[in-house]
């Protein structure tokens, strides 16, 4: 097992020095797709566990092993429940996400109409899940992949920094080279829920997330696409300023969607390098 800290400050890495356990401490934050990058480097299994530090392995992983011996397989996720032992549709297995698709998120209509055609399409609301099946975007917070599929591809993209989207990037890309994502239902982990996220302020969550929305836009969709994403981040926030910082009653909402919307407004002018570069610098 490897483990890697990215600068934790709650005594992570002392409770992972044990004996078996390979650890990596990093003296910054490195961000997570950096983080896989690091294990998976030091590893030389032919397979390897994708492991959110908030998810508890509650099966055999043997079906995991078989869905990747499957043709063309690039890896494999499996069930991902709630503390109540409830599967997660909607997180654990999506479709890859589309201009339409983002572009409802950032203007809140799938908060709204939550079952809207487009958002129950995005997020695999419609599949059958007691059947092994191949799908497009497994959850990465238990995904078992081909180390030779991570290899070909040059691991994750360290530009979503800190998270969110890197493994929607990568299964992209291993799509695209004709590889294929299975979901098998025998295997279970319990997925508890966002603990190292939620220790990030409510006002960098927003910057970070927004941040890899539209590097992922940038990457994949065509130049109308990436536009209509932009402008719908740029409209979403003007739409949320003035209620969050009434409910609120703070005038962090203001600076957070400000940098959101120059975000924005640096993607959609074609200057993502530099809108990267100010997302890492925060």
Not at 38 to 63: C, H, K, M, R
Not at 91 to 112: C, D, G, I, K, S
Request: glycine letters at 8%; hydrophobic letters at 45%; a positive charge.
């Amino acid at each position: 097992m490897v483990v890697v800290d990215n600068a934790s400050s709650d005594g992570t890495a002392e409770r992972a020095r044990r004996p078996g356990v390979q650890l990596i401490v990093n003296p910054t934050n490195r961000g997570f797709a950096a983080a896989v990058n690091q294990g998976f480097s030091i590893l030389q299994s032919t397979y390897v566990l994708l492991l959110n530090p908030d998810a508890i392995i509650e099966s055999n992983l043997a079906p995991l092993r078989e869905a990747c011996e499957l043709p063309r397989a690039a890896g494999a996720g499996g069930c991902v429940v709630d503390a109540n032992g409830k599967p997660q549709i909607g997180f654990m297995v999506r479709r890859f996400p589309t201009p339409a698709a983002l572009t409802l998120e950032a203007l809140l209509l799938n908060r709204v109409w939550p079952n809207n055609p487009i958002n129950a399409v995005y997020r695999g609301m419609r599949l059958d899940y007691s059947t092994v099946q191949t799908v497009e975007q497994p959850a990465g917070a238990f995904l078992m992949m081909r180390r030779a599929v991570w290899k070909e591809l040059g691991g994750f993209d360290e530009g979503f920094w800190p998270l969110w989207f890197e493994e929607v990037d990568f299964c992209r890309r291993a799509a695209s080279r004709s590889y294929l994502w299975y979901y098998t239902p025998a295997a279970v982990c319990r997925h508890t829920g966002g603990h190292s996220i939620v220790k990030l302020a409510l006002e960098m969550r927003l910057v970070y997330w927004y941040g890899s929305v539209l590097r992922y836009s940038a990457k994949h969709f065509c130049p109308s696409g990436v536009r209509a994403v932009c402008l719908a981040v740029i409209s979403g926030s003007l739409l949320r300023i003035l209620p969050e910082t009434a409910l609120r009653r703070s005038l962090k909402p203001v600076v957070a969607y400000s940098k959101v919307i120059l975000l924005a407004g640096r993607f959609l002018l074609g200057r993502r390098d530099i809108a990267v570069a100010s997302v890492s610098s925060l």
